[in-house]
């Protein structure tokens, strides 16, 4: 009886896939896939060599794509829906349970023209099995907050424009790989004025590997904790 839930889970949720639709800056929406790379659907990616694991399906160019300029140390919220925008409708559908994590990079020139390739990737945000005892995972909180999650640009971070990567990992059929769903919005901004931090970098694809004990795991057999993939945040 354990195993039926979940398995009937993931078939009832094939649809019900998200992406990010808004970003935020210091409380302020910018409205809807206003400075994000849009992919072209909601699916996932569970490739994680991929180089839609960048920015999704169709992100390593932002040619069509506005940047904002943001204050440095900016709180910015990153925000996903199942479907078109706000419906009303549970943001991330409750069977996704699983990882949250944001990560930045800097762009060499413009946002707009970085495909994000090679170790450019800064993790600054990670949030995973929060109550072993409840199985709450950071989905459900962002799911309780309309989709939203916050994360604290470092201010040490140098001046110039920079992709933030919004990355939200589905664990609901994870037990083999491929199964992890990764789902990824890649934002444009530029920070006006910054310090001078050279913080550690990863790359994106690169340092995944199937084999992570966070994208191959079974999240269903009273699971006590959770190492997301790729490392430690960094904090400034
Ligand atoms: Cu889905």
């Known amino acids: 009886m354990k195993f039926v839930l979940p398995l009937l889970a993931s078939v009832a949720l094939t649809n019900a896939h998200f992406t990010m639709q808004y970003l935020w800056v210091n409380g302020a929406d910018q409205g809807l896939n206003k400075y ?64 949250v994590q944001v990560y930045i990079a800097k762009a060499p020139s413009t946002a707009a023209s970085f495909n994000g390739q090679g170790a450019v990737w800064t993790k600054i945000y990670s949030s995973g099995l929060l109550n072993p005892s409840t199985q709450q995972w950071a989905t459900d909180v962002v799911n ?28 609901h059929v994870s037990q083999s790989y491929p199964g992890a769903q990764f789902y990824i919005g890649c934002a444009q901004v530029k920070i006006s004025s910054g310090g001078s931090a050279s913080p550690p970098k990863i790359s994106i694809p690169g340092t995944y590997k199937g084999s992570d004990p966070g994208i191959t795991v079974n999240i269903y057999n009273n699971l006590q904790s959770y190492t997301a993939p790729g490392g430690a945040v960094w904090s400034g």
């Open 144 to 171: 309780a907050n309309g989709g939203k999650h916050s994360v604290k640009i470092p201010a040490s971070l140098p001046a110039g424009e920079y992709l933030i990567r919004g990355e939200i990992i589905a664990l």
């Open 36 to 99: 994000l790379r849009v992919p072209p659907s909601n699916n996932p990616v569970t490739d994680v060599t991929s180089t839609d694991m960048t920015c999704n399906v169709g992100g390593l160019t932002g040619s069509a794509t506005g940047t904002v300029t943001i204050p440095a140390g900016a709180t910015i919220q990153l925000e996903w829906h199942q479907h078109a925008q706000r419906t009303g409708e549970d943001p991330i559908s409750g069977g996704h349970k699983g990882a």
